[in-house]
């Protein structure tokens, strides 16, 4: 079992920054890649960013490139999510995700995670 513990969200206006963390803990490696999902109120879950398992290739949507970075902590059981110039439409409940995989390298495929965050809440007002 693998727990994944997401923080940092809260409300901020457009064009703030925030940046998010996600904690992995019950397993004793972490060769695994993880990434992040939103899902705004209405809408489908999206894919926003992912990294492989050594943290030396990374994936953006498109609507979150040049102002979103992901990246690991040094034991790598640790994934960031560094928000810059927020908009309103990025408003939503960011879930972090686990690949079910070893040494992956992401997806922006949902069925490829195993693991889900509880999710934590970024509002942008404008």
């Known amino acids: 079992q693998v727990q994944l513990v997401e923080s940092g969200g809260g409300l901020v206006q457009a064009g703030d920054s925030l940046r998010l963390s996600c904690a992995a803990s019950g397993r004793t490696n972490s060769n695994y890649a993880m990434g992040w999902f939103r899902q705004a109120p209405g809408k489908e879950r999206e894919f926003v960013a992912a990294?492989?398992?050594?943290?030396?290739?990374?994936y953006y949507a498109d609507s979150v490139k040049g102002r979103f970075t992901i990246s690991r902590g040094n034991a790598k059981n640790t994934v960031y999510l560094q928000m810059n110039t927020l908009k309103p439409e990025d408003t939503a409940v960011y879930y972090c995700?686990?690949?079910?995989?070893?040494?992956?390298?992401?997806?922006?495929?949902?069925?490829?995670?195993?693991?889900w965050g509880q999710g934590t809440q970024v509002t942008v007002s404008s």
């Open positions: 990294i492989n398992w050594s943290g030396g290739s990374k």
């Open positions: 995700v686990k690949d079910r995989s070893d040494y992956g390298s992401g997806s922006v495929d949902t069925r490829s995670y195993d693991y």
